[in-house]
């Protein structure tokens, strides 16, 4: 199973406010750069591959387009996209009808926010995306993600299958600040002894 090194995007120029998820918002390029320097320098401390994996959407690919610049390949992958809102995308959360936010709570795993993508479709995304780097032999795979999706990476079984049962909205955890860097799988605790 491949090591994912995933940074969050740097927030998106437009998006207080607002249900983000396809909606493709311009990143501010010193944030960009600023993001691409923090991972230019735990490749050279970790001896990590020069090899970046982005989304399609700006705010991802401005800051694999910054280490392309310093010699890195980088790789756009739309499966590292984030979950599409449908027609809550792109629009103030005011907007969004508050039952409707209610029905998708209700069922977080297969309702899908405005008619756009459900959870489920995104961590089968994401699942696809790790067993195509494990079926590669990737040992360390570097990413430049959302939120949502690193969030539902976060959740997945490290064993065979898809994640299954309902979701508790309430205990579904919140996304890595902008800028975070989160690795998976998660290290095992450590066991003290007595």
């Known amino acids: 199973m491949p090591e994912l090194w995933c940074w969050r995007h740097p927030r998106a120029q437009g998006a207080a406010g607002r249900c983000i998820g396809i909606t493709d918002l311009p990143l501010d390029p010193r944030k960009a750069r600023r993001l691409a320097h923090r991972i230019r320098a735990t490749v050279r401390r970790q001896g990590l591959p020069r090899r970046v994996w982005v989304s399609p959407l700006a705010r991802s690919r401005g800051v694999g387009a910054w280490l392309v610049r310093w010699g890195f390949e980088c790789r756009v992958d739309a499966r590292l996209a984030e979950l599409d809102f449908g027609r809550w995308d792109g629009r103030p959360w005011t907007a969004v009808p508050w039952a409707e936010v209610q029905a998708w709570e209700a069922d977080l795993r297969h309702h899908a926010p405005g008619g756009g993508e459900c959870l489920a479709q995104l961590q ?67 066991v003290h002894p007595r």
């Open 124 to 190: 089968a995304r994401v699942q696809a995306f790790v067993r195509e780097r494990d079926a590669a032999a990737d040992t360390a795979v570097l990413l430049v993600g959302h939120g949502g999706w690193i969030t539902a990476l976060g959740q997945l079984p490290l064993g065979a299958g898809a994640p299954q049962g309902p979701i508790d909205a309430a205990r579904w955890p919140p996304p890595p600040r902008h800028g975070a860097l989160v690795r998976w799988p998660p290290a095992p605790a450590a």
